[in-house]
């Protein structure tokens, strides 16, 4: 363990740091947001995929041999994968820190033990609105709410940190709304993605949707209403990030390269 930790050290001084994976496991979910091209209604199960596990595994060892120490597991829905809490310990074994992006939907006392003796180290929670009425109507999936409610209160007894993670889209009607309806559901700490129509990837987490169809000044308010959401709840987004991308819409020059492909990389479940 001494040698890994100086190993990292290392590692920080000479290249930056530890790299970040994140990691489909499986194209399938249960859920049906309009902004998102995994749903039920735009992928039928007829052509869900998952990753085997010993694949898995394999591919696992291989990242953490070229010093990926972040992995993050996401799909579709990664909870629908029938070996995820083995994919998760293999992880953890190999010193990975593990964290899990979820509806929430299938979490349940249960699963959260299962996850938590696996070695998860935290969960993203995915989050589309101010209410619940909005909430589950996008998603399709009724009274996740309450499901993600009581999932947080037995997270934080097990001390496994959990964050909502938000997409930025018409359904936030007003961001200074959200961390009312957050606190309620248990988050202490939210996140926010970028809107997507399009994305040149087997990574299906976009739609050309009117919900996340914006024009330039519309998107430049939404970040300025992101860096005001801070002044009273915890945006995980770093301000210099939120920032750069108002650069990039404005044209700008921006300030940090992209480390896609360098510190951040991305595998899907053809392991491609």
């Keep these: 363990m001494m040698g890994s930790r100086l190993d990292s050290v290392k590692q920080i001084v000479t290249d ?21 091209s995994f749903n039920l209604e735009a992928l039928p199960k007829s052509q869900w995929l ?8 394999a591919a696992i060892d ?16 990664p909870m629908l994968h029938p070996e995820l809490n083995a994919i998760v310990r293999h992880a953890s074994r190999c010193e990975m820190v593990v964290i ?5 939907s299938r979490l349940d006392p249960e699963s959260i033990q299962a996850l938590k003796q696996s ?9 589309d609105a101010a209410s619940a009425e909005k909430h589950e109507e996008n998603r399709k999936l009724n009274k996740v709410c309450d499901r993600i409610k009581r999932a947080n209160h037995l997270l934080k007894a097990l001390k496994i940190q959990s964050t909502a993670s938000v997409t930025m889209s018409r359904l936030i009607e ?13 988050f202490e700490a939210v996140t926010f993605s970028y809107p997507l129509t399009r994305l ?3 990574f299906l987490g976009h739609a050309d949707s009117a919900l996340v169809r914006y024009t330039k000044d519309e998107l430049l308010q939404a970040f300025d209403a992101i860096k005001k959401l801070k002044e009273v709840f915890t945006v995980i987004n770093p301000s210099a ?11 700008e020059p921006q300030r940090f390269p992209c480390l896609g492909g360098y510190k951040y990389f991305y595998l899907d479940w053809n392991f491609l």
């Design 174 to 186: 007003d961001y200074q709304a959200l961390p009312h309806f957050l606190k309620g559901l248990g």
């Design 241 to 251: 990030s939120i920032e750069e991308m108002q650069r990039f819409l404005r044209g």
């Design 16 to 36: 930056g740091g530890p790299g970040f994976c994140q990691f489909a496991i499986n194209n399938a979910c249960n859920a049906g947001c309009a902004f998102c």
């Design 200 to 202: 040149h990837s087997s």
């Design 119 to 127: 070695g998860i180290s935290s969960l993203i929670i995915s989050i």
């Design 100 to 104: 899990l992006v979820t509806n929430g």
């Design 50 to 57: 998952f990753t085997p596990l010993e694949r898995s595994m």
């Design 62 to 77: 291989i990242l953490a041999r070229h010093g990926i120490r972040y992995l993050v597991i996401t799909g579709g829905e």
